[in-house]
Nanobody, 124 residues
Framework: VQLQASGGGLVQAGDSLRLSCAVS????????MGWFRQAPGKEREFVAA????????DYADSVKGRSTVSRDKGKNTMYLQMSNLKPEDTAVYYC??????????????????WGQGTLLTVSS
């Protein structure tokens, strides 16, 4: 399976943005899907996850309440809608998939497929 993240860019604090992750190769209902991010000089961290059927989601405390992860099965695409963006949201955002886990996981070690990342920069 191949993952292609897109939608990053330069925005101002308080703006909203939607990131996309296009999945090819296999139906993405086979996979737990997740979003992670890595800021300069920091470790990769969990942002959000969507269960295989999309019925359950999980969010990091840092984005909870202002982010929504969703799936479009017809387009085989996962989205991360973020609002009220903050400078601390600046990072490279990666989408990831897991074929080995049922349920939700926030630990990147459980994800065995990764996209290339898209850069989001939030200016103050």
């Amino acid at each position: 399976v191949q993952l292609q993240a897109s939608g990053g860019g330069l925005v101002q604090a308080g703006d909203s943005l939607r990131l996309s992750c296009a999945v090819s190769g296999r139906p993405f209902s086979n996979y737990l899907m997740g979003w992670f991010r890595q800021a300069p000089g920091k470790e990769r961290e969990f942002v959000a996850a969507s269960s295989r059927n999309g019925g359950s989601t999980d969010y990091a405390d840092s984005v909870k309440g202002r982010s929504t992860v969703s799936r479009d099965k017809g387009k085989n695409t996962m989205y991360l809608q973020m609002s009220n963006l903050k400078p601390e949201d600046t990072a490279v955002y990666y989408c990831a998939a897991s074929s080995v886990i049922w349920g939700l996981r926030s630990d990147p070690q459980y994800y065995n497929y990764w996209g290339q990342g898209t850069l989001l920069t939030v200016s103050s």
